[in-house]
């Protein structure tokens, strides 16, 4: 049965939203002084597979310029796989912004998995001179 605080409002386990974006383990060098991952290592994952995406659909270089709504729900232990999943919620003029949510992988615990961060990061298309450019359309 599945931890209450891993669950949705009906009871159900969650599950990521998004594609899998990145993939990488926690390690010691990574903890802060209370021995958890900074939170800076995992949001600096996250960007980068925000990033990712935002390429991906932006068909080249981008930059972020924003993170909104950021809510760690849980530590992230040394161990863990952390794994980012994006997804694109909104497509502006020059802009895109994705929602990544970071899930560890609890290897020391049958591996389960647990959200325990997410947010919107958004991102403006550049062009070669790093100025701003349309977003093409999809």
């Given amino acids: 049965m599945p931890d209450p605080s891993e669950t ?7 599950t990521p939203r998004g594609e899998l974006a990145i993939r990488t383990l926690a390690m010691p ?20 597979a925000g990033g990712i995406a935002a390429a991906q ?8 310029v924003a993170v909104d709504g950021f809510i760690f729900h849980k530590p ?3 161990g863990d796989v952390l794994c980012c999943y994006a997804e ?18 609890r290897q020391r615990v049958r ?15 550049l062009d070669e001179a790093g100025k701003k450019r349309p977003v093409p359309e999809a």
């Fill in 8 to 14: 949705g409002p009906g009871g159900e386990e969650e």
């Fill in 29 to 48: 060098a990574d903890t802060n002084p209370s021995g958890d991952i900074f939170g800076g290592w995992v949001m600096a994952q996250m960007d980068v």
């Fill in 57 to 64: 659909r932006a068909g080249g270089r981008v930059a972020t």
């Fill in 111 to 125: 591996n389960r998995r647990v959200k325990v961060t997410e947010g919107i990061f958004t991102f403006v298309a």
């Fill in 76 to 78: 992230v232990n040394v």
């Fill in 88 to 105: 694109v919620v909104r497509v502006g003029i020059t802009s895109i912004a994705i929602r990544i949510e970071a899930w560890a992988l």
